[in-house]
């Protein structure tokens, strides 16, 4: 069977006929392109449900349409067919190719068939007659999709909507056109327009709130956007003070006043003002204890200080802000302080005296053992240490607690700390300085500097001149100023010690070890042995020193076994069962394996002399 790779292309062979003639042929074959084919769906009106379909692609043959509706009557054969389906919504259609010669692959999609509304709805709209700046609209009609309203009023940060019954407070009077559109791309209403005629609101104007010393009147005067209106005055309870564009009140306390007015369309607005009887309201910020040789302030903590004239005495001890109401002050005893406050809109004015009180200064000694760059806990005491607060400097040498009375340290012998103690309730600080005073560095020498084993063997390790009650821990764990290894490469150690003020310090040792080779070069059988008795070369051993396991085995020369072993100490007597073995050449098999995990296999031959 020939493949053919191209469009058009030629297949060769050859015929025979029953005379056994052979003759070779040609065919030419066309291959034809298969293309995939896709369609449209298109609403024929916003008469019905008719949806009309549209293939997009070639082919040949007749094609199947299945229109995914339930019906009864449900395919179509029509190269362009419109169907009726009988409601909206989503159907599954299929369009196949009836060709049996290379037929387009069949085609499947879900196509939507729209809801239809009414090609036209009218708007209604809700005004009131005193509140027509706020215009609420609804829809009569059927319609389908979203909607969009633009209320024509530019102005306004909320000029459009899309619910079907908004509402829209207008931002002047006058005369606007309302739109509203559908946003459905099938079957869209028709865009209606409404006419919206917005009056002024009627409004009282707002009137500022009197402050008056007591036995003093208030005048209040009402205005509004109407000039025919007409006003009333009323109390708190409600109770009428007066009608009138004008009203004159002698409060003795405060009191809250409320103005109605009304137009000739019955339309009511309403504000509200207080007339305060001026009393004079304020507290002293004053620390119980201030800080000695420091400049200290004094607030008088009142509402809208602006409103009021300071006079502070005596003169000679104010360093700024005497005509406020924070001035600042020399720390002196035995000086009253006295202040003048004069309420700038009522002229009512009030003295006060404030006598302050100097704080004693701090009394506080350091402790600790302070080990030489290591962490270490230096203690601040002070009576009452949780009356302050503390931050420690440099930020460099504080290992923890910096804003605390007990810091963890690092520092070398002469390094300079400071510290901030500032008192919680006065608010009094003070910088301290301690210059550090340190144990000296707890060091860690061996009594073999420089050690070397061979592969597989031990090894001490010991301290030389150990510290008394000193604590000495290892890398490997234990504990102690020595310890036996057997390292298998070479290792490094390390010992750490802390002495009986808490201080430590570290030493590290590398034991080195001297790697033995493994390979049948490296393990040694004489050629030859003479089992005579007289303690010279009597016994056929194996000599390594890297083995650790071992098989060896010695044969005759007719393959019998005549000794084997697997201890690297024993070896062959030239006996066999208890009898001595002639003179002969005797082969030899070693196997082993080394330190290193390396395994090796060794044979050869050795003469037996006696």
């Known amino acids: 069977m020939q493949r053919l790779n191209k469009r058009s292309d030629y297949s060769r062979g050859s015929v025979t006929n029953q005379y056994n003639c052979t003759k070779p042929i040609s ?46 009557i449900d395919t179509s054969t029509q190269a362009t067919p419109c169907f009726k389906y009988n409601n909206s919504g989503k159907y599954q259609v299929t369009l196949t190719n009836l060709n049996a010669e290379c037929p387009f692959i069949k085609e499947s999609a879900e196509i939507t068939v729209p809801e239809i509304g009414d090609s036209i709805v009218t708007v209604s709209i809700k005004q009131d007659i005193c509140q027509n700046s706020d215009v609420c609209f609804s829809i009569t009609g059927k319609y389908f999709g979203n909607l969009k309203w633009d209320f024509g009023n530019p102005a306004s940060t909320s000029n459009s909507a899309t619910s079907p019954d908004p509402c829209h407070t207008f931002t002047a009077a006058g005369s606007y056109i309302v739109s509203l559109k559908s946003e459905n791309t099938v079957c869209p209403f028709k865009e209606v327009k409404t006419n919206i005629t917005v009056t002024p609101k009627f409004v009282v104007n707002p009137l500022a709130n009197q402050t008056v010393c007591e036995g003093k009147d208030a005048t209040l005067n009402a205005s ?13 309870t409600g109770k009428l003070l007066g009608t009138g564009k004008s009203l004159t009140v002698n409060p003795m306390t405060a009191m809250d006043i409320t103005l109605i007015g009304l137009n000739n369309k019955g339309c009511k607005d309403s504000t509200k003002v207080m007339i305060s009887t001026f009393k004079f309201n304020y507290t002293v910020d004053l620390p119980k204890v201030y800080c000695p040789k420091t400049d200290y302030q004094i607030k008088l903590v009142i509402a809208n200080p602006e409103n009021y004239t300071y006079v502070w005495t005596p003169t000679d001890i104010i360093v700024n802000g005497g005509t406020t109401n924070q001035p600042i002050f020399m720390a002196a005893t035995g000086k009253t302080i006295k202040v003048v406050i004069t309420n700038k809109a009522t002229g009512c004015s009030e003295t006060r005296e404030i006598t302050p009180v100097i704080e004693a200064p701090l009394i506080y000694s350091f402790s600790g053992t302070l080990c030489n760059d290591q962490s270490s806990t230096l203690n601040l005491n002070i009576t009452n240490s949780s009356n302050y607060t503390y931050v420690w400097s440099p930020t460099t040498a504080i290992v923890s607690g910096g804003t605390t009375n007990s810091p963890v340290v690092k520092v070398t012998q002469g390094q300079v700390l400071k510290v901030l103690v500032t008192n919680k309730t006065t608010g009094c600080a003070e910088e301290l300085s301690y210059t550090a005073q340190v144990l000296p560095q707890v060091t860690v020498t061996f009594t073999e500097p420089n050690i070397e084993i061979k592969q597989g063997a031990s090894t001490d390790i010991s301290v030389k001149n150990p510290l008394t009650g000193g604590t000495y821990t290892w890398s490997t764990g234990e504990k102690g100023t020595s310890i036996k290894v057997t390292p298998f490469n070479t290792t490094t150690y390390t010992v750490t010690v802390s002495d009986t003020n808490g201080c430590t310090g570290s030493g590290q040792i590398t034991v080195n070890v001297r790697v033995i080779p493994c390979s049948d070069k490296d393990e040694y059988l004489p050629n030859a042995f003479t089992p005579n008795g007289d303690g010279k070369n009597d016994i056929l051993y194996v000599k390594s020193n890297a083995i650790t396991e071992l098989e060896y085995v010695i044969f005759n020369r007719w393959g019998q076994e005549m000794f084997s072993t697997n201890n690297i100490n024993e070896g062959w007597d030239g006996r066999y069962q208890g009898r001595e073995m002639s003179p002969d050449v005797y082969a030899y098999y070693i196997k082993g394996t080394c330190l290193n995990g390396d395994k090796f296999i060794k044979k050869g031959n050795v003469s037996l002399l006696r």
């Open 27 to 72: 065919i030419l074959f066309r291959i034809k392109d298969q293309k995939p084919v896709t369609f449209k769906a298109e609403l024929l009106s916003c008469n019905d449900f008719t949806m009309c379909f549209k293939t997009d692609g070639t082919y040949e043959g007749k094609i199947l349409w299945n229109f995914g509706s339930g019906l009864e």
């Open 224 to 236: 509004s956007n109407d000039s025919l209106a007409t006003y009333s005055w009323f109390d708190a």
